[in-house]
């Protein structure tokens, strides 16, 4: 007799869905289409020379052990350089804080793991990271979304749901995606004060934070939370972990992230990845190390600022020329994303099916909200660093193209530039 796999599946599975965004990136990988839709780096600027010469190295010269299983809290130099590398951006972290992730998507997966029961609230941005809610989904979290504008989450808006007693914040406070909005400094300050107030912790999520095309560093709710409320250093008290990744520094194919948090914290979390896959890959571990060693990584981060400068100001100055007035999109001081509002009545859904005529494809705004997809009827989330500049001007006509089409039939009788 065969077997049923469906009527096996446990409950936890009743809630998944595979990600709209997966599934869009199919349709939009024919060649023909310019695709602002994944959240991809820029293939060209993968050092990869610099990786050649790192598995070299490490092939011959520590060979056995890197291809050998590891400590699942991750590989002690890397550990160290991690450790090193945020406490100069002011988080200040020891090894022991740190664990080493298979990218940061295991990282929200862990949190998840370690935070959530079924129907315990998870107080989000909204819009918010949708591999946040698909990490959280599977342990049956429920949502308290809270608006975010140009300045980040409102945190005029916190009380009342952080009242009704959240399990935890998931922020995100540099260049968010998907709005590419950043968490004012102000802002920083009263989301901590309030999160102690309330006892509520933080899970501050930043692979964006270094990529910054303009203006100065705000300072991270980790460093924040410490100065404020007088944490000690070992971070036994600490309200905020802190999730980062090489993904969009080095390479996503890595899949290297890491947590930064409270030791016992993390002791919890070495525990919860061992049943998971023991530990990341050492191998990889070890070679980025080896590629980021010796300053390279700030040297390399810095190109890649100034490519992505280059095509998110070649973005801005596209829509500027062809959308059509009444069409609204955020100003991103880094990352890879910014955000579009459309018109009311227009529905980006619709949108993206015409969009895809024009041979040119975004990500419909609904898959970044907790709760009412409906929501996101009239945003579109663009990303700017994977298609080059001299692409990004075609794309943005097309779009344009588009988006006129939706306001004509919407109001037939207006006239759209
Ligand atoms: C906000 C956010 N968190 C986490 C991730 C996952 O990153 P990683 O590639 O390190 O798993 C992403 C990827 O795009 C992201 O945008």
Redesign the pocket.
């Known amino acids: 007799m065969s077997t049923t796999w469906t009527s096996r599946y446990a409950q936890r599975t009743k809630s998944i869905k595979s990600s709209a965004i997966r599934e869009l990136l199919k349709v939009t990988q024919r060649p023909e289409v310019i695709s602002f839709a994944g ?1 991809l780096p820029a293939p060209d600027v993968f050092p990869t020379e610099r990786f050649r010469e790192a598995c070299c190295k490490v092939l011959e010269t520590n060979g056995k052990s890197a291809l050998q299983y590891g400590a699942t809290e991750g590989y002690e130099p890397l550990r160290e350089m991690i450790a090193r590398h945020t406490s100069r951006y002011g988080v200040q972290a020891n090894p022991e804080n740190v664990l080493i992730t298979s ?3 295991q990282a ?1 997966d862990l949190i998840g793991k370690l935070l959530i029961n079924p129907g315990d609230s998870v107080l989000v941005e909204a819009p918010t ?1 949708l ?2 809610l698909q990490a959280f989904n599977v342990y049956g979290a429920e949502y308290l979304s809270v608006p975010s504008d140009e300045d980040g989450i409102r945190t005029d808006m916190l009380e009342k749901p952080l009242r009704s007693g959240p399990k935890f914040m998931y922020v ?1 406070p540099n260049f968010q ?1 998907p709005g590419g909005t950043t968490l004012s400094e102000g802002r920083r300050q009263e989301l901590v004060l309030l999160a102690d107030r309330f006892g509520i912790p933080i899970v501050e ?1 930043d ?1 964006y934070g270094q990529l910054r095309y303009e203006g100065e560093h705000l300072t991270p709710l980790v460093v924040l939370d410490r100065e404020n409320l007088r944490r000690d250093n070992g971070y036994s008290i600490g309200n905020v972990i802190y999730l980062s ?1 090489f ?1 969009k520094t080095l390479a ?1 194919g890595l899949r290297l ?1 890491w947590i930064v948090a409270p030791p016992d914290v993390i002791a919890k979390l070495v525990q919860l990845k061992q049943g998971g896959d023991l530990h990341t890959s050492t191998f990889t571990q070890i070679v980025a190390y080896e590629v980021a060693r010796d300053n390279f990584l700030d040297e390399h981060i810095k190109v890649i600022r100034n490519v992505y400068r280059e095509r998110r100001d070649a973005m801005l100055e596209a829509l500027q020329e062809f959308f059509p007035p009444d069409v609204e999109w955020t100003h991103p001081k880094g990352g890879l994303f910014l955000w579009i509002t459309l018109p009311k009545g227009m529905d980006c859904q619709k949108l993206f099916e015409t969009a895809l005529k024009e041979n040119v494809a975004f990500v419909p705004g609904g898959s970044f909200y907790a709760n009412n997809g409906e929501e996101g009827k009239r945003h579109m989330r663009l990303n700017f660093s994977y298609v080059p500049p001299g692409q990004i001007r075609e794309g943005i006509r097309r779009l344009s193209v588009a988006v006129k089409r939706q306001l004509v039939e919407l109001h037939p009788l207006s006239f759209v530039k």
């Open positions: 959240g990218g940061s998507q929200l990271y591999g946040a995100l995606n999520d692979p990744t993904s996503p992230g």
